[in-house]
């Protein structure tokens, strides 16, 4: 099982950035796909979470009204698009996946399996 990230980049506050986490030899069928981030310093933190089938979706209260998961069925592949980027967004993000969606544990690392490799996200003031 493999997760491939991508996307990050250098954007300056206010500016939108599009992550992509794509399946590589395997597809999300009904697994609960998040992105996670770490900033320096910090514990990795829970920002959003997708169940692929149905498309119910989770935020964190940072990111809520700015950044928005979605999934491509036919490319097997979640967005975190971001919009209003602000510098304390900064961070590392991963994209992670585990066969269950529990809403109690969903927003807990310790609840996926498979992570992908992390894409660097720099907000400049």
């Known amino acids: 099982v493999q997760l491939q990230a991508s996307g990050g980049g250098l954007v300056q506050a206010g500016g939108s950035l599009r992550l992509s986490c794509a399946a590589s030899?395997?597809?999300?069928?009904?697994?609960?796909v998040a992105w996670f981030r770490q900033a320096p310093g910090k514990e990795r933190e829970f920002v959003a979470v997708?169940?692929?089938?149905?498309?119910?979706?989770t935020y964190a209260d940072s990111v809520k009204g700015r950044f928005t998961i979605s999934r491509d069925k036919a490319k097997s592949t979640v967005y975190l698009q971001m919009n209003s980027l602000k510098p304390e967004d900064t961070a590392v993000y991963y994209c992670?996946?585990?066969?269950?969606?529990?809403?109690?544990?969903?927003?807990?690392?310790?609840?996926?399996?498979?992570w992908g490799q992390g894409t660097q996200v720099t907000v400049s003031s």
């Open positions: 997708l169940n692929f089938s149905g498309g119910v979706t």
């Open positions: 030899g395997w597809t999300f069928g009904r697994f609960a």
């Open positions: 992670a996946a585990s066969s269950r969606f529990i809403l109690s544990t969903i927003r807990s690392s310790s609840a996926y399996g498979n």
